[in-house]
């Protein structure tokens, strides 16, 4: 049976490879699940010092499989509470390591992948990288964080024009409003994200695993905002609107 998510030891790095790249990486509960067992296995592993998130192919994660939607149409409340839950869970137990996370993101990134992004620590980005939501869009409600978590980064007015209007955020953007840390050439945004997670390993430890601790917000509020996006994502896409736009969007796809 296919990996959805591949880790590999090198010295006290955790290499989590996204490996859905026929799909673009997009999230269905499956993939959500391997990342978390992942997530667990390496948190009580005390030689491991840095977790490092990439992924296969040309896309880092394009969100939600709208096909996966679709798909559970009869039952698509109860979908949608299951894969929104578990991508909150994600993003509560990357920020919860007790050690740092970069991210090398190669390529794009939509919907509600924005979350594995913004659970990261350092996140390196390739130049042709945007990160757009397209909710308004297919008619779903905001949910991996793009409300929870990006306005305290970029600012609330930028995140509702990016929202509202479906905006693109390019890797340039991104860098100036600290949304990424460093911009990399595609060939080598692995090889160099390795670089830097393997240099935050050979710092002292008990200094970088409380930086971490300091630097995060309000972890209770953080979930409650989470499980609100969760709340109003399932109330918006049993909706005419929604179920229409996902027929649309997978039309457009087809074409």
Known sequence: MKELVQIERVG????LTLNRPERHNSLVPELLEDLLRHLEKIQAEPEIRVALLQANGRSFSTGGDVGGFVAHLGGIEEYALRIVGLLNQTII???NLPFPVVAAVQGIVTGGSMGLVLACDLVLAAPEVTF?????IVGFSPDGGWTAMLPAIIGAKRAAAILMQNKSITTEEA?????VDKIVDCE???PEALRVAEDIASKKQGSIHHTKRLLLDDQSNLARRLEEERRRFVKQIVTVEAQAGMAAFLDRRQA
């Open 93 to 95: 137990s990357l920020l």
């Open 175 to 179: 860098l100036a409003w600290g949304l």
């Open 188 to 190: 080598q945004i692995q």
């Open 12 to 15: 006290p790095v955790a290499v």
């Open 132 to 136: 757009t939501p397209y909710y308004s």
